[in-house]
């Protein structure tokens, strides 16, 4: 059992919402990621910032963290080890890993034997196909490791296709997805949520944005969804938080993909999940504490900007940057959370927030550049 105050050493691309769980809930935040946020810096005791999760990187992060906390055993990992596995391995063989092992985590990963159990299982996914595209209708070309939708493109639109690689259907339809936690037996859904995906320039299916809202599943769609994960449960030895992403198509839902590891659909819910994550537990008695909705969204850049120092940043923002940092088009700037009543004032208010916060990053982008015209033109 974690004990008040005790050291959580949190790596991710991105770990600024699991180490705020973890503050409110009494633990001393470790932080190494890749972004270094302004609000990651002031809930963790410690944070080391680095390029990526390989191990190259990762290793010498790791030395410096322990020097300061050399008692540090559990570890929480999120997104971004998809790209790097070998490196979820090595922390295995270090530390206590909370959540899934790497075994289920790579077994997961590994598509054709993924997809080859839900068809065995006789669980519904859009065609699929490894070799070449020979899907019968226009499909999608996706990497076999990724996040986020970077990567995802139309099969007619590739630039390169290689073993890294693989084809799928087009489905209609709207992505649903269902947070759960499992035991390596059983399995329980917390939530039913909606995301949705914006295209940029270089990007045409990035992640943007969830809601704690499953619209119109009905009874039988949730209850079919459950069975699936108990089975899926039972393969794989899934454990901790773990989220299903699925394509509701009418009466039909086809299975995209399992996330093996803490979601950004955990901010939606209580930071109490995040000790049911640690311990491996399934409370089947658990009840998420839910009053109106929740709604998480990613900002893009719509142009090239440099973040001033002078940001009015809304409450509702969160990964914010630190002043000088430069985001180019189409990368994220920052992430917003709201709470409604109804999910139409959650999506209103985060439209507004967007539209606010966009303008006024540009304005202040525009102004800076021209004092500088004016200043490189004075010095000449």
């Not at 059992?1 to 600024?16: D, F, N």
């Not at 339809?173 to 039913?192: E, N, P, W």
């Amino acid at each position: 059992m974690l004990q008040p105050h005790e050291p959580l050493l949190i790596i991710a691309q991105s770990g600024r919402f699991i180490a705020q769980a973890a503050k409110r809930l009494g633990l001393t935040p470790l932080v190494i990621d890749c972004y270094g946020d302004v609000d990651t810096y002031d809930c963790a005791e410690r944070v080391v910032t680095i390029a990526d999760l390989s191990l190259n990187e990762l290793a010498p992060a790791l030395a410096q963290i322990k020097a300061d906390n050399p008692t540090v055993k559990h570890v929480v990992y999120g997104s971004g080890f998809e790209y790097y596995p070998d490196s979820l391995a090595w922390l295995a063989q270090h530390y206590r890993l909370a959540g899934n092992s790497v075994t289920t985590f790579t077994r997961i990963y590994d598509k054709p034997n993924f997809f080859a159990v839900l068809s065995d299982l006789g669980i519904p996914f859009p065609e699929t196909c490894f070799s070449e595209a020979s899907l019968q209708r226009p499909g999608l070309l996706k990497p076999m490791l990724g996040q986020g939708g970077l990567g995802v493109v139309r099969a007619g639109q590739a630039q390169q296709v290689g073993q890294d690689k693989y084809w799928q259907a087009y489905q209609l339809g709207v992505c649903r997805t269902a947070l759960f936690i499992a035991d390596g037996k059983h399995a329980k859904v917390l939530g039913y949520n909606t995301q949705w995906c914006q295209a940029t320039p270089e990007h045409e299916f990035l992640f943007a944005g969830i809601i704690n809202s499953g619209g119109d599943l009905s009874v039988r769609q949730r209850r079919l969804v459950e069975r699936w994960l108990v089975q899926l449960t039972l393969i794989f030895g899934l454990t901790g938080l773990n989220s299903v992403d699925f394509i509701q198509h009418g009466d039909e839902l086809f299975v995209l993909e399992i996330n093996p590891r803490l979601s950004a659909s955990m901010q939606l819910y209580d930071e109490r999940l995040l000790l049911n994550h640690i311990y491996g537990r399934v409370a089947l008695s658990y009840r998420v504490r839910f009053a109106g909705y929740s709604a998480y969204q990613l900002l893009y850049a719509s142009q090239d900007l440099v973040i001033p120092a002078s940001c009015n940043w809304p409450v509702e923002c969160r990964d914010i940057p630190k002043a000088g940092v430069k985001c180019r088009q189409g990368q994220p700037i920052c992430s917003m959370i709201a709470h409604a009543n109804t999910p139409e004032h959650v999506l209103n208010r985060l439209q507004q927030l967007s539209i606010t916060l966009l303008t006024q990053l540009t304005q202040e982008t525009q102004c800076n550049t021209t004092l500088a015209s004016i200043s490189t033109l004075n010095l000449s």
